[in-house]
């Protein structure tokens, strides 16, 4: 199950267990049941991101993207 928080200005998100953004047009495969947080807005924004990963493989595979 994802997590989320949101302190001040900082939004942390914990991806769920078996959530992708994966695509293989060559094979015609797509598997998008990802998490994905975002907020409408109507004027210009800039933004700074910054991305802290911590990659837990639960099983085996063959196609690590």
Do not use: C
Not at 19 to 34: A, E
């Amino acid at each position: 199950m994802p997590q989320w928080e949101k302190r001040e200005s900082i939004i942390s998100v914990k991806a769920g267990s078996q959530t992708y953004f994966w695509r293989r047009p060559d094979y015609g495969y797509v598997r998008d049941n990802g998490n994905f947080h975002y907020l409408e807005v109507i004027k210009d924004f800039t933004t700074q991101v910054k991305i802290v990963e911590n990659f837990q493989i639960e099983a085996e595979s063959d196609q690590y993207g």
